[in-house]
């Protein structure tokens, strides 16, 4: 939880507007070139340049209200049952002395609006584009859906009526999640087929360096291309096909922290790795075992689903999905 408190439809509408506009302007290619040489880039795209500071302003519009908002009623002695994530930001002590810098050690307006900003995308974007990409291979591969569909029913039963089940709130649980190793495998090839980003935020090298042949400068700055990765053909047979029984193997055990080895890294690895890979890989599993257990996945009249790629923050769909769906239960 980000803010701690929940808003009517026309803050949230207005919050996810905003938030869409900023990923749509930093997702783009031009973009890149202002982040990697921003003198050069402020010169050549000054009118992109001028359009991110106006989303920055409209961000920070809508954002710094509700941060203070929380942050006044937790100094006056609010208790909230929740601790959400702008009270550790305004908890937060700078390294260094109070005195360096104007906001005596604690972080500015912008800068928690940049974090509580980077929170929310890194929280929902990435997710939302991997669950899209997950079910598009389902409905384009029937008979997946159907294993996956027999294993879910092999470990919680058939689903309940409508009016039971969604309408009562009955769903698959996290404890149910743990006994699905199909499951686990299409969301992993979910992950290795369509990685929500095929680049990582780009690292320094410390010193110079050579690997298989190439030296690398002290200084020098390097990406990964994870998107490439879980494309090679010297690491993945038919790296092209959606074939989530490749992550049976070893009943079913995996590495994809690069701990072990990485043959794939959707999420980063070491260190760095992304703070938040449980919590995504048990929201896509949540997700997908649920619409999959209550739902039978079909192409809709007139369409097909298309895997093309398009490039906005995330990879995301050229075309999106469309879909008829049907109850399992008669």
């Known amino acids: 939880m980000c803010f701690g408190e929940k808003f009517d439809d026309d803050r949230i509408d207005e919050i996810a507007k905003v938030q869409r506009e900023m990923m749509t302007v930093v997702g783009s290619g031009r973009f890149v070139m202002l982040s990697m040489f921003p003198r050069l880039g402020k010169m050549l795209f000054s009118n992109m340049w001028k359009r991110f500071e106006k989303l920055r302003d409209s961000k920070e519009r809508v954002m710094v209200p509700i941060i203070k908002s929380r942050i006044e009623a937790t100094s006056a002695g609010v208790d909230y049952e929740v601790v959400a994530y702008v009270d550790t930001l305004a908890n937060l002590q700078l390294p260094g002395n109070e ?17 509580c900003s980077e929170f929310l995308t890194g929280g ?19 008979h997946i859906q159907r294993m996956l569909y027999e294993e879910i029913v092999a470990v919680v039963g058939p689903p309940p009526s409508p009016k039971k089940g969604v309408e009562g709130g009955l769903v698959i ?16 090839e979910g992950l290795r087929r369509h990685p929500p980003a095929h680049f990582l935020l780009s690292h320094k ?7 298989e042949g190439y030296m690398f400068p002290k200084g020098a700055a390097i990406n990964f291309m994870v998107g490439e990765m879980g494309l090679d053909p010297e ?12 992550f049976l ?19 980063g690895a070491g260190r760095r790795i992304c703070p938040g890979s449980d919590l995504a890989l048990l929201h896509l599993e949540y997700f997908v075992a649920n619409l999959v257990w209550y739902f039978d996945w079909s192409v809709a009249d007139g369409s097909e689903v298309d895997l093309s790629e398009k490039n906005e923050f995330t990879i995301v769909m050229k075309n999106p999905l469309r879909v008829q769906i049907s109850s399992r239960v008669e």
Not at 129 to 137: D, G, K, P, R, T
Not at 205 to 211: A, L, M, P
Not at 235 to 246: G, I, L, N, S, T
């Open 235 to 246: 690491v993945w047979d038919e790296p092209m096909e959606f074939k989530p029984e490749r």
């Open 249 to 267: 193997v070893n009943e079913g055990v995996f590495d994809i922290t690069g701990s072990k080895g990485i043959k794939m890294m959707p999420f």
């Open 124 to 142: 929902t974007d990435t997710t939302a584009s991997v669950l899209q990409w997950i079910m598009a291979n389902l409905v384009k591969h029937p």
């Open 99 to 115: 005195g360096d810098n104007e906001n005596g050690g604690r972080l500015s307006d912008r800068e928690m609006v940049s974090l």
């Open 205 to 211: 090298v410390t010193k110079e360096v050579e690997v």
């Open 173 to 188: 649980k996290e404890e149910d999640l743990k006994k699905m190793s199909y499951l686990k495998a299409v969301v992993l």
